[in-house]
């Protein structure tokens, strides 16, 4: 097939969801399948490159930063990338258009379909979902969602990223998407968990936004009095709230913020991590924990849907409630004391790795593709 990929963010621009729409492009160029993606453009990219075998066209976006997105430049990505998009389907004729994320993705999918009767198949990620994320996007959907009801109803297949995902586009769309989880390559998976460290090795990787909960984290690590420490990788609107909470508990020689860095120093820092921290109030597949998991790392989460696919409670990490920190202090303390059963933990992360093998992801994507070319949406 030739495959047209749209989305708004693509590496190294954006999170886990574009991070997810490169591992997905470039496994079906492996599959044999032609891949073009038309994306946004900062400062410092090609305007056009070739990135694991995928074309990937950039337009300019208005967008200023890469970890965060606007809605106004979600919008320029829109309005800059119809054009190229309906050039893509005149003249190098895809088969199919795939479209990450509902919002703001499928709305250019969808008009790229009411021009030129190219069909689309939709994959939704947590933050185009009503719910996902509703400190930050509730509002906008309440006033968006009669605009963005029929990017659904059109679309010739729908996926979602993790079973989190599905329940909430089930409840707000009445669809019933397929359940593809986020994958990535196993190249470099460790072959056996490392014994855990002393002091204990603690990570945390994200935005440094209100849902990854990091000051939280950081003031109910204060009250642990085992030996600790913790790499926080990651940026954002709230990097003085973190970096202020870090100094009010007097953890300055416990945490090391290294901002964003390349994935291959994060799996650096992975390699030598026991225990991923995820105190977040909304998740959906992070591709970040997939990544903890290959390298034997168990994880501390809190008890939402969004990391159902990650932990198995009390196997390979646990799930806490957030509203107290006594349960999260609790855990860590039970497993900094008992490495055995820690090591265990990480052992079994491994063993879960191999469901998000994005080789095997990749083939549920194909048959979803291959399935949706010729299918009329109703």
């Known amino acids: 097939m030739k495959i047209l990929t749209l989305c708004y963010e693509y590496p190294p621009i954006g999170g886990g969801g574009g991070r997810m729409a490169h591992n997905v492009a470039a496994a079906l160029v492996r599959r044999g399948h032609e891949v073009r993606v038309q994306t946004a453009w900062i400062s410092g990219l090609p305007p056009r490159e070739l990135v694991d075998g995928a074309e990937v066209f950039r337009s300019f976006a208005f967008r ?62 947590l933050g185009d979902l009503p719910g996902g994320n509703p400190d930050q996007t509730d509002g906008l959907f309440r006033a968006l969602n009669p605009f963005i009801r029929p990017v659904w109803k059109n679309a010739g297949g729908i996926s979602a990223s993790s079973s989190f995902a599905a329940d909430l586009a089930k409840t707000a769309y009445g669809v019933d998407p397929r359940i593809i989880l986020n994958g990535i390559s196993m190249r470099g998976k460790a072959a056996t968990a490392r014994q855990p460290a002393s002091p204990l090795e603690l990570t945390a990787i994200g935005r440094f936004n209100p849902q990854k909960n990091f000051p939280w984290m950081i003031r109910a690590l204060s009250g642990c009095k085992f030996p600790w420490h913790l790499t926080l990788i990651g940026d954002g609107a709230q990097r003085a709230e973190i970096e202020a909470s870090i100094r009010e508990c007097g953890l300055e020689a416990r945490i090391r913020l290294m901002g964003w860095v390349p994935e291959d120093a994060m799996r650096e820092v992975l390699d030598r991590t026991d225990i991923l921290l995820m105190p977040s109030t909304s998740e959906g597949n992070p591709v970040s924990a997939i990544e903890a998991l290959k390298r034997g790392v168990a994880v501390l989460g809190s008890n939402i849907g969004g990391l159902a696919d990650l932990i198995e409670n009390g196997k390979n990490g646990f799930v806490v409630p957030i509203e107290s920190p006594v349960a999260f202090q609790e855990k860590l303390t039970r497993l900094a004391a008992d490495p055995g059963t820690l090591h265990a933990m990480k052992s079994r992360s491994l063993e879960m790795a191999e469901r998000f093998d994005i080789e095997s992801i990749a083939g549920s994507f194909e048959s979803l593709l291959k399935n949706s070319a010729c299918r009329i949406p109703h």
């Open 64 to 125: 200023r930063r890469a970890d965060f997105c606007t809605v106004p430049e979600m919008a320029g990505y829109i309005a800059t990338s119809l054009l190229p998009a309906l050039r893509h389907i005149r003249t190098w004729k895809p088969d199919i258009i795939h479209a990450h994320f509902a919002v703001p993705t499928g709305a250019l999918a969808l008009a790229c379909r009411i021009l030129t009767g190219k069909p689309y198949v939709l994959t939704a990620h």
